[in-house]
């Protein structure tokens, strides 16, 4: 069998492509020699990779995680919207997880893979602006390398690290399917696997690439390629309801309720700290946790942004063409600089990533336009005041990094000596595609190494670092002996660091590891009288107090409120009780470790999702009990007529045979059998609220996808045939 060799120029077209993603995850890969865990803390630690790992689970078992009682207000997947269960990449990562024994080996595959989807989707999304090969090349590789993306996305906030590596995707497809007209599926394949990720920032930069799309065409007066662009809002739209719409519709119950607007100073920037935004160990002025400064590097864009005065002033074409990159950056700098929340929207440095996306490409595109030709003495001058000012503005405002900020200086000095010098002089025989290839290709070096000084400085994010074991089995044996439910209390984040403590307890989703059923996993919806009344966080860490509020007695019901919940086992965290506690009648301390104490019921209770306490002289039997279900029959209706169950009482709940009742402390799901005879059948069921409009969504995006190309495709033919019927005529033949 003989293999036949692509054309040269094929082979020639994938150089470039090629040696930006190699050389992406090369410096993705290099983090590791410095910190093995580099891309395994915070999120990714004790919140992606547990919750990957159940999700891969579920999938193994044939299904997808709706609702799970027993983990109480982290148990509602679909509001939860960042568990990606409708996106097949996330499935892929799901059931990688579930294979894995190494977390953070794990982690790193995918996030290095990430980089470089975002690093090909960078050099695509630059190509469709104009940029030659090498530049877009550059600016493949600079994207990655944001300072945000590196220290916060990549080692924590997974799903902002897979938005950010998608959203060049769904933009290059976008501009295949509009400004090209060609086909749509590029757009309709990464933007399903954008939107639904879950995670909202990537969906909103989104909107704003449609928005601009849409009134660009409005103004241009182009009919048809406005109604392309409706048509990919109206697919997107589709899917941001079914993704997004549960979410919505359960936030009045959460702490992510409330439209306030505020701005406390907290990971957001201003305008000065911008002029950091080219130097990588540069820190400016982002609050965070640590106070007023952050250690790392969150707004860096790129070192080479002094360099644009080289190759201004772009023609008139270019800028044309790069207006929407103009709109989408403004917007992202105006979300950068804006207040710290809005509404539910909050951190908007997170919108970082999306700035720096736009920077490289525009000049990737500004590089292609003007260099080597526009490169003359005036804007060498403006380059080094450039660099000048942005390194006076970045000492002023961190003047105990001046080591790494002179560093960058001059760097970046020398490589605008060297780039003018190749762009002006060099040999004689050198064409302009060689110096470019040169100036881009040294680029590439420069930046790789710039990672040396970055990680000397900052060797690891600034993020929480618990020190998780990286094992699974090992893991999955904690609490392996406990029956029923279990629930931690008190400072659950002690120990944390100290990998030995992992064998007493887990944190958060990495508690899905283990075969034992423990609620305290991690949320971004913390239920609001749940969390209040448990004194719990979103992490599953609590106050002391937490303790006493399981063991007292809920006046309405005379019952423990552990009772209520189904807990037959409490992990009592030893930096917050230093005293073994007195376990009421009917639990025993089973265990003394260094960190923890271990109580456990003598006769354990069903697991949490059943009926926790009837009336007074009322009765019920369970004849069916699932996930997302319970049926009862009523066998007697007493002067207390309500039926509680181990639920949250969450929007989406329905109950036939009988109705809703105010919940019990709050948060208890109860049912009211006031009308509801003896013998009755009653069905209490949990659907994701909208569900109906979510299929509805659903329906009407599929349509869409089948018919498009359909009506696409009937347009190009009514196009031939008018083309065919007003081509010249002929006079008929007279002749004899």
């Keep these: ?23 992406t995850a090369i410096f993705g890969a290099a983090r590791l020699l410095v910190n093995g865990r580099f891309y395994f803390a915070d999120d990714s630690e004790i919140g992606a ?45 799901a059931l990688g997880a579930r294979a894995s024994e190494n977390p953070a080996a794990l982690m790193a595959i995918v996030k290095i893979a990430f980089f470089v989807a975002m690093c090909l989707g960078v050099y695509l999304l630059a190509r469709s602006f104009g940029a030659s090969a090498p530049w877009a090349a550059l600016a493949g590789v600079l994207a990655p390398l944001g300072g945000f993306t590196v220290y916060m996305d990549a080692p924590s906030w997974a799903t902002g690290l897979l938005n950010a590596a998608l959203l060049p995707w769904v933009w290059w497809g976008l501009r295949r399917m509009v400004e090209g007209d060609r086909s749509i599926w590029a757009y309709v394949v990464s933007s399903y696997v954008l939107i639904t990720f879950g ?44 993704v997004y719409l549960p979410g919505v519709l359960t936030a009045p119950v959460t702490e992510r309720a409330g439209l306030g607007i505020s701005n406390t100073g907290f990971l957001n920037a201003d305008l000065s700290d911008l002029f950091s935004a080219a130097s990588p160990t540069a820190t ?26 080289l ?28 207040p710290s929340q809005v509404g539910p929207i909050r951190w908007p440095v997170r919108f970082m990533p999306y700035l720096v996306i736009v920077a490289v490409v525009l000049f990737a595109v500004a590089a292609s336009d003007g260099f080597p030709r526009r490169v003359a003495r005036r804007g060498i001058l403006w380059s080094f005041g450039l660099i000048v000012l942005s390194t006076g503005l970045a000492f002023a405002s961190t003047p105990n990094e001046w080591k790494g900020i002179g560093l960058t200086a001059v760097v970046q000095s020398v490589f605008v000596l060297a780039a003018a010098w190749v762009a002006a ?7 302009p595609r060689a110096r470019t290839i040169l100036v881009s290709g040294g680029a590439i070096l420069v930046s790789g190494l710039l990672l040396i000084p970055q990680l000397a400085v900052f060797p690891a994010t600034p993020l929480p670092k618990f020190g998780a074991p990286e094992s699974v089995s090992r893991m999955s044996r904690v609490l392996a002996d406990v029956h029923g439910d279990a629930i931690v209390v008190g400072d659950l984040y002690a120990g944390g660091g100290i990998t030995r403590s992992f064998d007493e307890r887990l944190m958060g989703n990495l508690w899905y590891l283990s075969r034992a059923s423990v609620s305290s996993l ?19 860490s609590t106050c002391p107090r937490a303790l006493s509020t399981l063991w007292s007695v809920d006046p309405t019901t005379e019952r423990p409120v552990a009772d209520l919940m189904g807990v037959s086992a409490i992990v009592a965290m030893k930096a917050s009780y230093p005293t073994e506690p007195a376990a009421p009648a009917g639990w025993s301390v089973t265990s003394s470790g260094e960190f923890t104490w271990l109580l456990q019921r003598d006769a354990p209770l069903p697991a949490a999702g059943g009926v926790a306490w009837t009336g007074a002289g009322t009765r019920v039997s369970v004849l069916h009990q699932d996930d997302t279900s319970v049926t009862l029959r009523v066998d007697a209706v007493g002067s207390d007529p309500r039926v509680v169950l181990s639920r949250l009482d969450y929007p989406g709940y329905s109950i036939a045979g009988a109705v809703k009742a105010s919940p019990v402390r709050g948060w208890l799901l109860t049912a009211d059998l006031s009308h509801t005879r003896p013998g009755s059948t009653v069905v209490v069921s949990f659907r994701p609220p909208g569900f109906a409009i979510m299929v509805g969504a659903l329906v009407l995006s599929a349509m869409l996808l089948v018919g498009w190309p359909l009506l696409r495709r009937r347009a190009r033919r009514r196009e031939r045939i008018s083309e065919g019927s007003s081509g ?3 006079a008929p033949d007279t002749h004899d």
């Design 728 to 730: 010249p005529s002929t």
């Design 199 to 242: 995670y909202v920032f990537g969906v909103m930069v989104l909107v704003v690439v449609l928005l601009e799309s849409l009134v660009r065409a409005l103004v241009q007066r182009d009919r048809a390629r406005a109604l392309r662009v409706l048509v990919a809002s109206v697919w997107g739209g589709l899917l941001t309801i079914v």
């Design 425 to 431: 002089r060099g040999r004689p025989d050198w064409t």
């Design 284 to 309: 400016a002025t982002i609050g965070s946790w640590w106070g007023p400064e952050t250690a790392a590097p969150l707004v860096y864009a790129a070192w080479i942004l002094p360099l644009f005065p």
């Design 311 to 338: 190759v201004l002033p772009m023609t008139r074409d270019a800028v044309r063409r790069c207006i929407p990159l103009l709109v989408v950056g403004a917007v992202a700098l105006l979300a950068v600089i804006g």
């Design 1 to 23: 069998m003989t293999l036949t060799a692509p054309p040269r120029g094929t082979a020639v077209r994938l150089i470039w492509p090629l040696a930006a993603m190699l050389a």
């Design 522 to 540: 991690y949320t971004v919806l913390p239920y609001t009288t749940f969390s209040k009344d448990l004194c719990i966080d979103l992490k599953g």
């Design 49 to 93: 990779f547990g919750q990957w790992w159940k999700l891969g689970d579920s999938l193994l078992s044939g299904g997808i995680p709706v609702l799970n009682p027993r983990a109480w207000e982290a148990g509602n997947y679909f509001a939860e919207g960042q568990w990606g269960l409708l996106n097949p990449v996330t499935w892929l990562i």
